[in-house]
């Protein structure tokens, strides 16, 4: 049972473009909500984060959306850059415990 | 600091042997964890622990098992490797939930290949 889903296994921007990764869940449990990039041969990072209870976060080019009715959330990247070029990872905890539940992941190709 | 490290970085084993998947921080983190990424899987947790000397399971623990003696470190045993443990392992640790719970710090991972 995927309880984390990203359903596009991957995407392709042009550079100055905007990149949107989506994600969707199925666990009204889940209260606090992470995206984590991972290049290759390297562990994921940290990228942003959003509790439940905002429905947006911002740092820098990156944006994460929360729709808690839809269950759903998205990392909006702008501009896009060929450095952003990773896999993404949406990754969601519940309240009380460290534990990630991650998603399949969504690669991101940002072109010249 | 070096963050989470992980040895070694390559692993080619025969069915049935044993081996020992090592991981350390340096930043005294209570919560670390294992996890697996699998094609088309994501990762997923293995096992984890949130301070020394307690350990507990996370979504697929079979055939895993480990240890939490320090702070410092928390190694992955596999007891008799089979070809679905073939896989890339992941550490990572963390403070818990509440103190910067966001920022868990994964290591470089070990790619495991069971023949």
């Known amino acids: 049972d995927q309880q984390v889903k990203q359903n596009s296994p991957s995407l392709s921007v042009q550079e100055g473009r905007i990149s949107i990764l989506n994600c969707d869940y199925t666990n009204s449990m889940f209260d606090y909500f992470l995206w984590y990039k991972k290049y290759p041969a390297e562990g994921p990072t940290f990228l942003i984060s959003?509790?439940?209870?905002?429905d947006k976060n911002e740092d820098g080019r990156f944006t994460v959306f929360l729709n808690k009715s839809a269950k759903h959330l998205s990392l909006h990247i702008v501009p896009s850059q060929p450095g952003d070029s990773a896999v993404y990872f949406c990754?969601?905890?519940?309240?009380?415990?460290?534990?990630?539940?991650f998603g399949t992941g969504t690669q991101l190709k940002v072109e010249l | 600091n070096a963050g989470v490290t992980q040895t070694p970085k390559f692993q080619v084993l025969k069915t049935g042997q044993s081996m020992t998947l090592q991981c350390a921080q340096d930043?005294?983190?209570?919560?670390m964890s294992w996890y697996r990424q699998d094609p088309g899987m994501g990762l997923r947790l293995i096992h984890y622990?949130?301070?020394?000397?307690?350990?507990d399971q996370g979504e697929v623990p079979n055939g895993y098992n480990v240890s939490r003696s320090t702070t410092e470190d928390f190694p992955l045993r596999l007891l008799s490797a089979a070809p679905s443990q073939t896989s890339v392992y992941f550490c990572a640790s963390s403070h818990p939930t509440g103190v910067a719970a966001d920022t868990q710090y994964f290591g470089p991972g070990t790619r495991l290949t069971v023949l």
């Open positions: 622990s949130v301070g020394a000397g307690i350990t």
């Open positions: 959003i509790s439940s209870i905002k």
């Open positions: 930043m005294n983190h209570e919560y």
């Open positions: 990754a969601a905890y519940t309240g009380g415990g460290n534990k990630l539940t």
